[in-house]
DNA sequence: TCGCGATGTATCGGACCGATACATCGCACG
DNA sequence: CGTGCGATGTATCGGTCCGATACATCGCGA
């Protein structure tokens, strides 16, 4: 999962750890806390080590006459490689079990831009059955152990539910605009009651060389 | 998390691994998909050698004539011991960072009617305070970075916003039902419209039964 | 009788997290 | 003037948990 997210966003633009991290929480941040360094460093250097990225020396030109006094470590700039996309287009063309939990499903939405629009409504529906079924587990306990759980376990079940309807709901309205070709735009339910006026449908994207 | 869960349900009855996956399923299905086999099985080793739980024969007598031959695996049937019930006591009443994330959370709220409740009410105003805080960190990316984003992304801000908003107004409702003293019953917006008449507060102890 | 799905215990490699360490830079405050 | 502190930045370590896999037993229907 973490080596689609740096692929994908190292595809916008060349950047170092630090900034990786941010980039990946302002994208991700709807669905995770935020990408410990413990996971993101360690993969970066497999990564490298894999030929899909490559270092970046941050400031090239005017190589300093002093190269041994205070050995300034300085930062570590990534940029991808021809394999690195070749590998991020594969990834996000497959869609195992794994892509429709939580996280998975968030990253591959979160490329959504970048995915022809095939993979995206295949997606998209594999995620609504995830969710139904998540839905049903519920509804069963709800229904069938009722009296053997507490109040608290309860009121948990019922919420878990309803944020399943919702987001079936939501998986409904989206898939309905994939299919008639509009943008992302979902009817604002939320708070301010103003819609956005989101003015065009991403042109769908680099429409990969899928079979006509 | 999965020690404070173990411990929880063993404290209600005795369990063999194969049971104790599936009322962790049936009570955490909310919050998570299924507990594996991989860290469920170390776990209970663990928690066997510190001597929070014990081995409890499952057909103690009956003491079978042949015991080397066609060597039966049989079941292995966990039960808590006295340190094992101080043990989840002291987990259940600290709170660190790790109570308010999704599944510390939903752990901790599984077993409320096992928790006094002062510590509840500390758990449910921490975890508002982290969902406040991850609601602040998405509406600053959608008013401050919008223009940076695709549609797909700021579509998976909104709704991850919208979660964020809804999950907040639960928790009042709950905190205020906790101050109150009356139980978790939040007012229905969701699929039936009847709400359930819970009829008493739990006593802070094991209140098995709920509704006759 | 044969197979097959449910029950049941168990391990292994890998992904990811949380804590921690350490170094540099700019700047606010005394 | 210095000094300390928060942001920036790279890196490792131990531990938790997951997914895949293996293997054995039992009941039941074809």
Redesign the interface.
């Known amino acids: 999962m973490l080596e689609l997210a740096i692929l994908g966003l190292l595809q916008e633009s060349p950047m170092h750890g630090y900034e990786l991290r941010k980039e990946l929480t302002?994208?991700l941040?709807?669905?995770r806390?935020a990408i410990s360094y413990g996971s993101l460093y360690p993969t970066l250097r497999r990564l490298q080590a894999a030929g899909w990225i490559t270092e970046a020396a941050e400031t090239p030109a005017t190589a300093e006459e002093i190269p041994a006094l205070t050995s300034r470590r300085g930062r570590v700039v990534y940029k991808i490689t021809a394999e690195g996309k070749e590998r991020f287009a594969q990834l996000i063309a497959q869609a195992g079990p794994e892509t429709y939990?939580d996280t998975g499903f968030?990253v591959h939405?979160?490329?959504?831009?970048r995915t022809d629009q095939a993979t995206r409504l295949r997606i998209l529906e594999g995620r609504r059955r995830t969710i139904e079924e998540?839905r049903e587990?519920?509804r069963d306990?709800l229904a069938r152990?009722a009296?053997r759980?507490?109040?608290?376990?309860l009121?948990?079940?019922?919420?878990?539910?309803?944020?399943c309807?919702?987001?079936v709901r939501?998986l409904e309205e989206?898939i309905a605009n994939e299919r008639s070709g509009r943008?992302?735009?979902?009817p604002?339910?939320?708070?301010a009651g103003g819609r956005r006026e989101?003015d065009s449908p991403?042109p769908p994207g680099e429409s990969r060389k899928e079979r006509p």
């Open positions: 302002a994208k941040g709807a669905i806390a939990d968030g939405f979160a490329f959504f831009s998540r587990g519920l306990v152990a009296e759980l507490d109040a608290y376990t009121e948990l079940q019922r919420h878990g539910l309803d944020a309807e919702r987001e939501w989206l943008a992302p735009t979902v604002q339910t939320g708070t989101t991403p």
